[in-house]
């Protein structure tokens, strides 16, 4: 049977894809962030995942305000870089896993969570950049994707608790799938970054830290968050990080915090990354012994580095 063995949770700042592009990630500025992800692509090189789910939005760019899902699954074969303004990123074509793709939207339909299906798409940096701190830049992905498409850009978006329940009726279906397959589930977005308006500019740290720590010990807390608090917290387009829920829902009750880096600033955006592991399971295979992955909490590895820290909220 297939299985989620582990979340990934990643900003997906297009500066970051640009920086990637433009060859500039060994500048002072970048590598502060690229270096938080050295880890990740060794813990990713090592877990060798047979499928990634990524959970991310679309930035009016396979849709437009004329066409808005909540939920769109990517059930093609293939998934190009979307033109988002620039031409298309010079990253490969998303090769899809269109029998899994096509087996997660029976059961969750089933299961009552209306997904738009998609049978050609697609997709921008909230897919691709996620992919590259992970994979890296390779000729070729090394997995198929299936990507998940979350409105997050226009009013209303799906609430953080539909999101975990969503992501509990992935994990439903994706254990029902016959063949052995070890899948890793990827949520992007985020964290606090607001891009305009009077608050454009903000980042709370203090929020950001707090929200991963209950990502991982107290992801209920977070699934009962609102809109609201999402918004004054976080800025406008914190909202993004309810697709952080999707991924969380579909892993264990109780996981283990394998990495964690998060860094301030990347372009106007905070960068908080985590890594979750189920703690049963088999299927876990090397990574089980990686260095980058530790077995118990207490050796949970963190990085952290920051240039300037703008908590706009504070003493409000
Ligand atoms: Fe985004």
């Excluded at 226009?154 to 799938?177: D, F, N, Q, W």
């Excluded at 980058?292 to 590895?301: E, L, M, R, S």
Aim: proline fraction near 8%; aromatic fraction near 8%.
């Amino acid at each position: 049977m297939a299985r989620i063995i582990a979340g990934v949770a990643s900003s997906h700042v297009p500066a970051i894809g640009a920086a990637i592009d433009n060859k500039q990630t060994g500048e002072p500025y970048w590598q502060r962030v690229f270096s938080g992800f050295e880890k990740s692509k060794q813990w990713m090189a090592e877990t060798k995942p047979d499928v990634a789910i990524v959970v991310y939005n679309d930035h009016a760019s396979a849709f437009s305000v004329e066409f808005v899902p909540t939920f769109a699954l990517g059930c093609a074969a293939e998934f190009p870089p979307a033109d988002e303004g620039w031409g298309p990123r010079p990253v490969p074509v998303v090769k899809g896993h269109p029998e899994l793709a096509a087996h997660i939207a029976q059961s969750v339909i089933l299961d009552e969570f209306d997904l738009t299906i998609v049978n050609k798409m697609e997709v921008d940096h909230g897919l691709t950049v996620p992919m590259n701190l992970l994979f890296g830049s390779p000729k070729e992905w090394p997995c198929p994707v299936i990507p998940l498409a979350v409105n997050v850009v226009l009013y209303p978006p799906p609430t953080g608790h539909r999101c975990y329940m969503l992501g509990r009726a992935i994990r439903k279906a994706v254990e029902s799938y016959p063949e052995d397959l070890k899948v890793v589930i990827f949520g992007t977005g985020g964290m606090s970054h607001q891009i305009s308006g009077p608050r454009a500019g903000l980042i709370n740290s203090k929020f950001d830290k707090a929200y991963l720590d209950n990502l991982t010990k107290d992801p209920k807390k977070l699934a009962r968050m609102e809109h609201l608090e999402y918004m004054r917290e976080a800025g406008a387009e914190g909202i993004e990080m309810v697709m952080w829920l999707v991924m969380r829902g579909a892993l264990d009750d109780k996981v283990d915090e394998v990495y964690r880096f998060y860094t301030v600033p990347a372009s106007n955006t905070a960068v908080g990354h985590i890594i979750l592991e189920n703690r049963k399971g088999a299927a876990r295979g090397k990574a089980k012994k990686a260095k980058t992955a530790p077995k118990t909490a207490p050796k949970i590895k963190r990085a952290a580095a920051r240039v300037t820290h703008r908590d706009v909220l504070k003493g409000k």
